[in-house]
């Protein structure tokens, strides 16, 4: 089965291009979160569903994250939450001895109950934020409970963001092999891999005399909630003087990412083509690179054109990691 482009186009545009993927949605605990809350700001799994459309939308506004059309109003509540996380943190700020989160198995009692108590009655908010009677009036009530919110958001995200590291995921980088290498050495080189997120550096071991070496390395990078690129660069080992350079590239992780996300628990489907980064001349690729979804597991298959070096390809494939694996 593959999905169409426009389903994981539309994803990209609401969790990449608006939300920059600087969400941790997956340490809910429900699983598929391919549904949202638009006026809440959260994404919601299947079985929780039912119940958001229950409070009503002027609770609550249920939307497809793939399906439905958003307003640029409701991308940008969603930018301003920041994600399930930031929410709870707001929502679930003062949960009572003994009420427990519903887990993935509770019964829709169980969920009825804590959702209605978390969102409708404002049970587990900080009193200051309490709206009192929700009775009449909803839709002020709410765009006013609704103010009342995102201002705390703001204060907390910007705290939050002052000298604290947050990641969202671990990505498992397999280097598999190098093709057609440069020569740095006599007839030879001895190369080595070596890959960099934000301040994580990561190599490869060294293979001496190769210029189509086969590492099948596993490399660990986390993610944080402001990314970048990964940077690739291989280097030839020298044993007497500092390493030349074989060739860079970068790549490009926010397609993996948006289309892990949008997605939720990959082990909820089948193998299927979920994204892709498209090979352009402002990127090192040598065909698209595909994202697919294999044995529950979202991956993604990349062949580089190493860049600034006289000749040079990299087989990678990167598997995305959510925090609760």
């Keep these: 089965m593959e999905i169409k482009d426009k389903d994981f186009t539309f994803a990209r545009k609401l969790m990449l291009e608006e939300i920059e993927v600087r969400t941790n949605v997956l340490l809910s605990g429900c699983m598929n979160l391919s549904l949202v809350s638009a006026n809440i700001g959260v994404f919601i799994c299947l079985k929780c569903c039912g119940v958001h459309r229950s409070l009503g939308t002027h609770i609550s506004k249920v939307l497809s994250v793939a399906l439905d ?117 006599m007839l030879s080189s001895d190369p080595y891999v070596v890959l960099t997120l934000g301040p994580q550096t990561v190599q490869t071991q060294v293979i001496t005399s190769n210029l189509n070496p086969v590492w099948n390395e596993e490399l660990m990078l986390s993610v944080p909630m402001d990314y970048g690129p990964i940077k690739v660069k291989v280097f030839d080992h020298d044993t007497f003087s500092a390493d030349d350079i074989m060739g860079e590239a970068e790549i490009d992780i926010q397609p993996l990412i948006t289309s892990a996300m949008a997605f939720g628990n990959a082990e909820m489907f089948g193998d299927m083509q979920i994204g892709k980064w498209l090979k352009s001349h402002d990127n090192a690729l040598l065909e698209d690179s595909i994202i697919n979804i294999i044995g529950g597991k979202v991956k993604q298959e990349v062949q580089l054109k190493l860049q600034n070096v006289e000749s040079g390809e990299l087989d990678l494939e990167i598997e995305w990691l959510p925090l609760d694996q």
Excluded at 77 to 93: D, H, K, P, R, T
Excluded at 129 to 143: M, T
Excluded at 152 to 177: A, T, W
């Design 69 to 185: 059309d958003w307003s640029d109003d409701e991308i940008d509540a969603m930018v301003e939450v920041g994600g399930n996380s930031s929410a709870n943190s707001i929502y679930e700020a003062f949960i009572p001895e003994g009420v427990t989160k519903p887990k993935p198995n509770s019964s829709h009692e169980e969920r009825m109950r804590f959702i209605r108590s978390k969102y409708e009655l404002q049970e587990f908010l900080k009193p200051s934020l309490r709206i009192a009677s929700v009775s009449s009036g909803k839709s002020s009530l709410q765009s006013s409970f609704s103010r009342k919110l995102m201002d705390n958001f703001r204060s907390s995200n910007s705290q939050k963001l002052e000298g604290m590291v947050e990641y969202i995921g671990l990505l498992k980088v397999k280097v598999i092999r190098g093709k057609n290498l440069a020569v740095r050495d």
